[in-house]
Nanobody, 120 residues
């Protein structure tokens, strides 16, 4: 079984920065794509940023230039550096990962979510 655990979110002032972390644990042999999604009240969950095992990244347009996704493959950990936050970024942020367990079974896992609140 694979578990994803995000660090706790935080309350940040508009214009401020926050770094999210997601750690994967379990009997992993490989993690392919990792990503951050977010869901604001009354809205659908949306992709924020995604990173491949090789480091290729893509971002939703609204965060380009402000957010940076990265990963440490040796530590099975992913980060999201969020700068110049605005109230539109307030949401629950979810970590997501796909990969293989013991080179036998694929997995598709979600973290429990981290609340990010941005005050104006």
């Amino acid at each position: 079984q694979v578990q994803l655990r995000e660090c706790a979110g935080d309350l940040v002032q508009a214009g401020g920065s926050l770094r999210l972390r997601c750690k994967a644990s379990g009997i992993l042999s490989s993690i392919n794509t990792m990503g951050w999604y977010r869901q604001a009240p009354g809205k659908q969950r949306e992709l924020v940023a995604r990173i491949s095992s090789g480091g290729d990244t893509n971002y939703t347009d609204s965060v380009k230039g402000r957010f940076t996704i990265s990963r440490d493959n040796a530590q099975d950990t992913m980060y999201l550096q969020m700068n110049n936050l605005n109230t539109e970024d307030a949401a629950v942020y979810y970590c997501h990962a796909k990969g293989m367990i013991q080179d036998i079974s694929p997995f598709d896992a979600w973290g429990g979510g981290a609340q990010v609140t941005v005050s104006s």
